[in-house]
């Protein structure tokens, strides 16, 4: 059975830093999607980041740059370098793994596995 697990999250001041990482084990295949999500109560899921096996990356809007997205292929872990951290930033964040779509991840897709989250938080 596939199973992620999150971890880095934690409690910084605005302008601190925090490096999320995400384990796979169980995978009988390739994990070509890997993402980065977050959500607070009663909002919607937003896509933070995606990685795909090749290293196509996708970035939400204000990310990109800030939030960089890795991923090491040989380990099957996924990185989030989180930067210049802004309180809006504060979120459970969750990992994503899906087995299918070999050319790259799109939009909208329901990924098969997840993690449980890590929790970060930003102060002002």
């Known amino acids: 059975q596939v199973q992620l697990v999150e971890s880095g999250g934690g409690s910084v001041q605005a302008g601190g830093s925090l490096r999320l990482s995400c384990g796979v084990s169980?995978?009988?295949?390739?994990?070509?999607?890997m993402g980065w999500f977050r959500q607070n109560p009663g909002k919607e899921r937003e896509e933070v980041a995606v990685?795909?096996?090749?290293?196509?990356?996708r970035y939400a809007y204000g990310v990109k740059g800030r939030l960089p997205i890795g991923r090491d292929n040989a380990k099957n872990t996924l990185y989030l370098q989180m930067n210049s951290l802004k309180p809006e930033d504060t979120a459970m964040y969750y990992c994503?793994?899906?087995?299918?779509?070999?050319?790259?991840?799109?939009?909208?897709?329901?990924?098969?596995?997840w993690g449980q989250g890590t929790q970060v938080n930003v102060s002002s």
């Open positions: 994503a793994a899906d087995l299918r779509y070999v050319g790259g991840c799109p939009h909208r897709f329901p990924y098969t596995y």
């Open positions: 990685s795909h096996y090749y290293g196509i990356n």
């Open positions: 169980g995978s009988p295949s390739t994990t070509y999607c």
